[in-house]
């Protein structure tokens, strides 16, 4: 696993790879746990299920394109 830190110095702890007929295909991912998904291949498709709504804290918590 390859540590790095972001501009907010988090670092990432843990590195899953999702792969459609691999070892891994979906994950369960902790409430209140920070996570993110960085999409490798074009034409990758995410679904993200939850209980209630995206509140974000910050306005830096919302991606922004």
């Known amino acids: ?35 993110t998904v960085k999409a490798l291949e074009s034409g990758t498709v995410i679904l993200e299920v939850k209980d209630g709504a995206y509140e974000p804290i910050q306005d830096c918590d919302v991606l922004k394109m």
Request: proline share 6%; net charge negative.
């Open 1 to 35: 696993m390859e540590e790095y830190y972001d501009d907010l110095e988090r670092m990432c702890t843990d590195s899953i790879m999702l792969t459609p007929n691999g070892q891994t295909v979906a994950l369960n991912i902790p409430a209140g746990q920070w996570h």
